[in-house]
């Protein structure tokens, strides 16, 4: 599981971040043309938040978390710098930076989960 961790979290991005929780088109060749789309969508927008994170700034004080970037909004600002609606380079740096997100600690406490019981177990008991 921990091998396969890298490949698991780039699936959720591609299907989450890119928009491919669903296939639009119909035809065989139109299906391909949608998945190679948002791939290259994909491996662009993570060469650009690559650089973003390469040539970020040290902070200036002393801060309680580290941080990264949020790549949920990088994606959004990338899709928009590849549609068009974004036409400065520096202005999709800038907002790509602008926006991070805290990397906190694990837990100091202990998780309480209860087990649900399965759907079926009713059918299984008192019978």
């Given at each position: 599981y921990?091998?396969?961790w890298l490949v698991e979290t780039s699936y959720l991005e591609l299907k989450y971040y890119v928009g491919k929780l669903a296939i639009h088109a119909r035809k065989m060749n139109s299906i391909y043309q949608e998945i190679y789309a948002a791939l290259d969508l994909y491996n662009?927008?993570?060469a650009v938040i690559q650089y973003c994170e390469l040539h970020r700034p040290e902070p200036k004080r002393n801060l309680k978390y580290k941080y990264r970037l949020n790549r949920k909004y990088a994606f959004e600002i990338c899709r928009d710098f590849f549609?068009?609606?974004?036409?400065?380079e520096d202005y999709l740096i800038q907002r790509i930076l602008k926006h991070k997100t805290p990397i906190k600690p694990t837990r100091?406490?202990?998780?309480r989960t209860i087990r649900k019981a399965d759907s079926n177990q009713h059918r299984l008991s008192g019978q």
């Open positions: 921990g091998s396969r662009l927008s993570n549609n068009y609606k974004i036409l400065d100091y406490f202990k998780r």
